[in-house]
């Protein structure tokens, strides 16, 4: 899911938060409008230092202007939390908006990528008075790619299991349900949902098949308040869609 991007970490996290059971690493930088930036990189690498393999990274790019706030996601090789069977997306949710609470952040614009576009779905449904904006790049989704993501959850519970002897093998077999194998459009939360969102949301478009062009074509068209960039990856591409970034957020940011 990263393949050709720069592989140099810019990031160095410092920082725990505890949360119930959970260890959450996460860094919080400059001053200004908050950003909660969600990494790529799937369930086994969802990290803040992935940023750095991004064509747009919204850590440097925004640097400056804005509060940025980045984390490793639950169990992705850095933060730890245990796995039971009734763990889904509203896990991650919570751990994103208790981060936020502990920095005393009530509201927030969010970037995220891959993974991140269904995190920010997610907030977007438990959470809507929380966030200002949302900027979701190449969404992952469903479209006749579900034994994708079974693998990919399949690839990071082999890497992940030894460090979890509180799961047995229906609490793995749960989660791996409850994340994937649903029929909803960007996995998180339900088809109906995004029609309802009141948030305004700028969809940067996926092309392969972690993140479907349609999926993120058909969840421009069905938010009310989104936008879709189509050309934003390549290195004669970036300077346009950073302009876009930039204006969408300045613009809801309050």
Wanted: negative net charge.
């Amino acid at each position: 899911m990263l393949a050709g991007w720069l592989s140099t970490p810019i990031i160095v996290l410092m920082k725990t938060l505890v949360v119930g059971d959970a260890r959450i690493l996460y860094d919080d930088s400059g001053s200004g409008p908050a950003v909660l930036c969600l990494a790529p990189g799937g369930l086994s690498a969802s990290r803040a230092e992935v940023w750095s393999r991004s064509p747009w990274n919204p850590v440097e790019r925004l640097a400056g202007q804005y509060r940025i706030v980045v984390m490793d996601q639950r169990n992705t090789g850095t933060s730890w939390a245990p796995i039971k069977a009734d763990d889904g997306w509203g896990n991650y949710a919570n751990d994103q908006l208790a981060l936020m609470d502990h920095l005393g952040i009530e509201t927030f614009s969010v970037v995220g990528m891959c993974i991140g576009g269904a995190f920010i779905a997610r907030l977007l449904a438990d959470a809507p008075t929380r966030v200002n904006a949302a900027v979701a790049m190449q969404p992952v989704g469903l479209d006749g790619n579900r034994d994708v993501f079974l693998r990919l959850f399949d690839d990071w519970r082999a890497g992940a299991e030894s460090g979890h002897p509180e799961a047995g093998p229906d609490d793995w077999n749960s989660l791996r349900h409850s994340l994937f194998g649903t029929d909803r459009l960007v996995w998180s939360v339900d088809d109906e949902a995004l029609s309802g969102f009141d948030r305004p949301l700028l969809v940067l478009q996926g092309d392969d098949e972690y993140h479907p062009r349609t999926v993120s074509r058909r969840m421009a068209e069905l938010v009310p308040k989104a936008a879709l960039v189509e050309r934003w990856k390549k290195p004669d591409e970036v300077a346009s869609a950073d302009e876009v970034i930039r204006g969408f957020l300045s613009e809801h940011t309050r």
